[in-house]
Each structure stands twice: as structure tokens, then as C-alpha cells.
């Protein structure tokens, strides 16, 4: 039976996994041989890595190589294990709910989203995550295979077995029927990009997340730090302004409250600024650049530098 690991193995050991996984799912069932020669690693790292890929179930042991080999037994082949499915990956943002299926070689064959108003209850929430999926994967046999959940949620996550993140996680488990694994979104950022992103092959990273939520995540040594209160990399919660505006966590004057998304439409806002999101914010910004781009263009050639006659230069633009 298939079995999720800790995410304490080594990126590494996951480029040797992703390489063979791989390999099989490209030719088909291959002996140890094959592997060896397609993809290069040393046979103790060939050995250790078919191990652990043996020892979850996502490879087995096919068939015998038919090809003649002299004396003893037929080398075995190995292959993808077909009854190892998909895992499903669960984004709940603040505003938008986002899902995504993974095969058993890590690709992502689909994804979706969906927009939501800002407080819909997580019942809700779920129960769009779980059409979502269906929409994603089709019909009612997904649920067979699907091997664990792996759900990202905005704010703390203390543990989560505590609180309002407690129900969310017997929700989704009633909703899926698999494993799930729930933690902090910006944390499980910073895992992935260290894994498959950015940060690939670095042993330490450090992610942070700018957006409607302030907050980062520390990778070391090849693993996702959550700190003995769960709340490692939570720096949209540290106070800046003691006297500064209420926090959603409870707390006042956090960086989140003066540097999030949020914060910023509220203070442009405020100074007169129109505009409900980003791209509003950015719109004078905008068309600002493009007249002085077309000024430059009109007065001078960019590539000899903008004119003293230009009104932009002039400060007259």
C-alpha cells in the first residue's frame, strides 16, 4: 500500500526519484540494468533510491526481462505501480479557492479555480473545493485512488488540531475519504519552491509572501520548519505598530496590517486614491509610463537617450 513520506527527504533524493519515476513511466517496465544505464546514478544511489520508491509502493516488480541472460534467474523488471493514484493539493486563499491532481510521477495533470466573496464559511468553501476536484477528475472513481489530500489555509496553524482548523480537516477527511495533511499556505509555498521551484537543489530557503496576507517560510537543510507553536515564518504577525490597526490574528499593528494587499488599497484609498484592487491601483502608474515612454520616443530615438527637449526630462511631462 502506498505511503506518504515526511518531508524531511532530501531534494536530492527527490531529483533521484523524479528522474527513475521517470524513466519508467517513458519506456514502460525496466530492469535494474536499464535504469542504471538511462539515468546515470551510481549503483549504491540506484539502489537506495529504487528502495524507498519499492518501500512506498509507488514502483513494483513487473515481470521478469524475457531477454536471454545466460545462467540464473530473469532480471526483474520494475514499473510503475497502476494502482497508485492521485493526490489532490487544496489552496483556500482569502478570496479564491484553487485545486490541483498530481500523478504518482509528480506532475500535475490538472488544475482549477474558483473565486468565492471574502468570509464564505468553510462548509462552503469545502464543499466548492470538493466540486472543484470532481470537475477536475471526472466521475465518482477518483476517490479510489486518490491517496492523501495536501491542503494549504491562510493564518497560523497552531497544530491544527485545535480551533476552527480542527473542523476543516474532519470536513475535507468526510469530503475525500483520504489522508489530509493541513498546514499553513505560505509554508507549504516555501516546500514547493524549494522542491520544484526557484530554490531547487538549495539545502536552506527563505520564502515570502507579499499579498493579501503577509508571511514567509523557512526551509533548512532540506526541511519545512514549523516551529514548536506551528507558527514558524508567520512575519505578517509581528507587531510594528503598537498603537497601529486590530490584526485578524488578535493582535495590533502587525506587518500585515500596514504592508498586505490590503493595507495598501486602504491607504492609497484614503489619500483620495479610486480603486478596489491592484490593477486599479496601478492603472495611473500606467498610463503615466506609457506617455512618457511615447514623449521620449516623439522627441528623441531611446537608443540616443531622451532629448533635453523632451518635457518629461524638462520636468514639464
Known amino acids: 500500500m502506498w505511503q506518504s513520506r515526511p518531508d524531511a527527504v532530501s531534494p536530492a ?23 542504471s544505464r538511462r ?9 537506495d533510491t529504487l528502495s524507498g520508491l519499492l518501500a512506498t ?22 514499473a510503475l505501480n497502476p494502482t497508485v493514484g492521485q493526490a489532490i493539493g487544496i489552496d483556500f486563499a482569502r478570496r479564491a479557492v484553487h485545486v490541483a491532481a498530481v500523478g504518482v510521477t509528480y506532475e500535475i495533470v490538472g488544475s482549477a479555480g474558483e473565486a468565492h466573496a471574502p468570509g464564505l464559511p468553510w462548509a462552503d468553501r469545502v464543499a466548492l473545493a ?29 497544530g491544527a488540531r ?33 522542491t520544484w521551484g526557484a530554490a531547487t537543489g538549495d539545502q536552506d530557503a527563505l520564502y515570502l509572501r507579499l499579498s493579501y496576507g503577509v508571511g514567509g517560510g523557512v526551509v533548512a537543510g532540506g526541511v519545512l520548519h ?15 505598530d503598537p498603537g497601529g490597526r486590530p490584526c485578524e490574528c488578535g493582535g495590533r499593528g502587525c506587518l500585515e496590517t500596514v504592508a498586505s494587499i490590503r493595507a495598501v488599497l486602504d491607504a492609497y484609498r484614503a489619500r483620495g486614491g479610486r480603486g478596489d484592487d491592484l490593477p486599479a491601483l496601478a492603472a495611473p502608474w500606467r498610463r503615466e509610463t506609457r506617455s512618457r515612454w511615447a514623449c521620449c520616443a516623439t522627441w528623441a530615438p531611446r ?12 520636468g514639464r511631462g
Open 226 to 240: 514549523r516551529g514548536a507553536d506551528g507558527v514558524s515564518g508567520e512575519i505578517g504577525h509581528i507587531p510594528v
Open 130 to 158: 470538493e466540486r472543484l476536484v470532481r470537475r477536475l477528475v471526472g466521475g465518482g472513481s477518483w476517490q479510489r485512488v486518490l491517496k492523501g489530500v495536501g491542503v494549504g489555509v491562510v493564518g497560523p496553524v497552531a
Open 57 to 78: 509502493g509507488a514502483v513494483i516488480s513487473a515481470m521478469p526481462d524475457e531477454a536471454p541472460r545466460g545462467r540464473g534467474r530473469p532480471a526483474e523488471k520494475l
Open 303 to 314: 537608443s540616443a537617450g531622451c532629448s533635453p527637449r523632451c518635457p518629461t526630462r524638462s
Open 162 to 194: 485545535t480551533g476552527t482548523l480542527s473542523g476543516v480537516g474532519a470536513l475535507l477527511g468526510e469530503r475525500f475519504g483520504g489522508p489530509v495533511l493541513l498546514d499553513n499556505n505560505t509554508r507549504l509555498a516555501a516546500l514547493a519552491e524549494s
Open 39 to 47: 539515468c546515470g546514478l551510481s549503483r549504491t544511489t540506484l539502489h
Open 13 to 35: 533524493r527527490r531529483g533521484h526519484e523524479q528522474a527513475v519515476l521517470g524513466l519508467l513511466r517513458a519506456h514502460g517496465p525496466l530492469n535494474r540494468g536499464e535504469l
